[in-house]
């Protein structure tokens, strides 16, 4: 993934966002067709009227997953003059912890899942 990422920089024809010191592949552009840091910096007032196309209310357990979506953005997030700020700190931990422990985790128990069932299909068709 990272190989793929890092040959993708090289066609990107836009501006790249930069925080701080750390340089971004993805421009920080409000644009209407694709996502962009713009997204990650304005999700309620850009990203989700403009790119929001599925998961929307009416969605199958849209609620559950809106509020699992928000749960993760506001843990990492603190009250800083009244406005939700994200905090770096816990941002990189959720990051890590949801992406790199849960999800594979739940990728792997539903891979085992899915192979015993097979299992149970296999035996009784046999």
């Not at 993934?1 to 090289?10: G, H, K, P």
């Given at each position: 993934?990272?190989?793929?990422?890092?040959?993708?920089?090289?066609?990107?024809k836009d501006k790249p966002f930069k925080?701080?010191?750390?340089?971004?592949?993805?421009s920080g552009n409000y644009d209407s067709?694709?996502?962009?840091w713009a997204c990650h910096n304005s999700?309620?007032?850009?990203?989700?009227?403009?790119?929001?196309?599925?998961?929307?209310?009416?969605?199958?357990?849209?609620?559950?997953?809106?509020?699992?979506?928000?749960?993760?953005?506001?843990?990492?997030?603190?009250?800083?003059?009244?406005?939700?700020?994200?905090?770096?700190?816990?941002?990189?931990?959720?990051?890590?912890?949801?992406?790199?422990?849960?999800?594979?985790?739940?990728?792997?128990?539903?891979?085992?899942?899915?192979?015993?069932?097979?299992?149970?299909?296999?035996?009784?068709?046999?």
């Open positions: 993934m990272v190989i793929i990422n890092e040959t993708s920089r090289l066609f990107i925080y701080q010191r750390i340089i971004a592949m993805n067709e694709i996502c962009t999700t309620t007032n850009h990203c989700i009227p403009k790119h929001t196309r599925i998961i929307k209310e009416g969605f199958p357990f849209y609620d559950q997953i809106n509020d699992f979506y928000w749960g993760i953005i506001n843990f990492n997030s603190k009250k800083v003059k009244g406005k939700k700020v994200s905090n770096p700190r816990y941002y990189a931990a959720m990051n890590i912890v949801f992406l790199v422990v849960l999800w594979p985790l739940a990728m792997f128990f539903l891979l085992v899942n899915y192979l015993k069932l097979r299992a149970k299909f296999k035996t009784l068709s046999s």
